[in-house]
């Protein structure tokens, strides 16, 4: 069974950073997608970024560019994302996704991890 090992979430004041990191578990893939989506209280799950089969790094949300970066190793089965000038409108619990059509309908979730940012 596929797991996806999510880390990194926490509190941080605004303007700081954070980063996410997630890598999977129970299997190894000999290359997979893997992203980041997000969700906000009251708010739709939407797609943050990530990195397609062929390793090349996506981003979703506008209001993240330049802001947020995609790093990792689909190879490897590993995703990062590094969070800076972090707003409180990017509290919101992130989820790790791998497989399938990344941005729109992967096939595989992690629980989530919490990032709170404060005013």
């Known amino acids: 069974q596929v797991q996806l090992v999510e880390s990194g979430g926490g509190l941080v004041q605004a303007g700081g950073s954070l980063r996410l990191s997630c890598t999977t578990s129970?299997?190894?893939?000999?290359?997979?997608?893997m992203g980041w989506f997000r969700q906000g209280s009251g708010k739709e799950r939407e797609f943050v970024g990530g990195?397609?089969?062929?390793?090349?790094?996506?981003y979703g949300a506008d209001s993240v560019k330049g802001r947020f970066t995609v790093a990792g190793d689909n190879a490897q089965n590993t995703v990062l994302l590094q969070m800076n000038s972090l707003k409180p409108e990017d509290t919101a619990v992130y989820y790790c996704?791998?497989?399938?059509?990344?941005?729109?309908?992967?096939?595989?979730w992690g629980k989530g991890t919490l990032v709170t940012v404060s005013s």
């Open positions: 996704a791998a497989g399938g059509a990344i941005a729109v309908r992967p096939d595989y």
């Open positions: 129970g299997r190894t893939f000999r290359r997979i997608a």
């Open positions: 990195m397609d089969w062929s390793g090349t790094i996506i």
